[in-house]
């Protein structure tokens, strides 16, 4: 079965930095993506990473928001720099077990963390 566990939310002032983890496990090699959801707004694609290690990013977070995954462990962070107040969300980790491209579609993710908050004051 797999699992997802998100941790590393948090607050912060507007252009601090978080990094966000996501523990997987149940799976062996997955394309893995971040999403978010802001209050009033729908599901948002943030990154992904592929198995093979495309990466793909929102262009909202490009040059601010980094993917990537543990050596040892399988976990996926999302480094997030220069926040802004709009970054505010809840962020879900998600896996996907049928989907080898990078997607940013949650269409195409078939498993999902419970999600962390994040939240930016300006």
């Known amino acids: 079965q797999v699992q997802l566990v998100e941790s590393g939310g948090g607050s912060v002032q507007s252009g601090g930095s978080l990094r966000l983890s996501c523990e997987a496990s149940?799976?062996?090699?997955?394309?893995m993506g971040w999403f978010r959801r802001a209050p009033g707004k729908e599901r948002e694609g943030v990154a992904c990473?592929?198995?093979?290690?495309?990466?793909v990013y929102a262009d909202s977070v490009k040059g601010r928001f980094t993917i990537s995954k543990g050596n040892a462990k399988n976990t996926l962070y999302l480094q997030m720099n220069s926040l802004k107040a709009e970054d505010t969300a809840m962020y879900y980790c998600?896996?996907?077990?049928?989907?080898?491209?990078?997607?940013?579609?949650?269409?195409?993710?078939?498993?999902w963390g419970q999600g962390t908050q994040v939240t930016v004051s300006s």
């Open positions: 149940g799976y062996r090699s997955y394309n």
């Open positions: 998600a896996a996907a077990s049928s989907t080898w491209w990078p997607s940013l579609y949650a269409s195409d993710y078939n498993y």
């Open positions: 990473r592929t198995s093979s290690g495309s990466i």
